[in-house]
């Protein structure tokens, strides 16, 4: 997401179902960070499904970085 001091966004619609972690400029100012599995991407606004299930949509213009991520890890039994 910071590559040598600037921010990058890698990821795009054909990332559908794909672990992504995104981060938005918040309203208030100063940024955060949202991780989940992109559901949908139209007209301008991301669906994130994050880990507990729940969703939020993202404005496409507020996301000034992105990547994919790595599946979340099988948790052992105890």
């Known amino acids: ?4 001091g600037r ?5 795009t ?4 179902g794909a ?6 400029t918040r309203a ?3 940024f955060t960070d949202i991780v989940g599995v992109v559901e ?7 669906t994130l499904r994050r880990r507990d299930d729940s969703t939020v949509e993202v404005a496409e213009a507020d ?3 992105s990547r994919v991520v790595p ?3 099988p948790r052992r039994p105890r």
């Open 63 to 65: 996301v000034v970085a």
């Open 1 to 4: 997401m910071h590559l040598g």
């Open 71 to 73: 599946p979340v890890p």
């Open 40 to 46: 949908s991407w139209a007209d301008g606004v991301l």
């Open 28 to 30: 208030e100012g100063g």
């Open 13 to 16: 619609p054909e990332d559908l």
């Open 19 to 24: 672990r992504v972690s995104v981060r938005i």
């Open 7 to 11: 921010l990058v966004h890698r990821i």
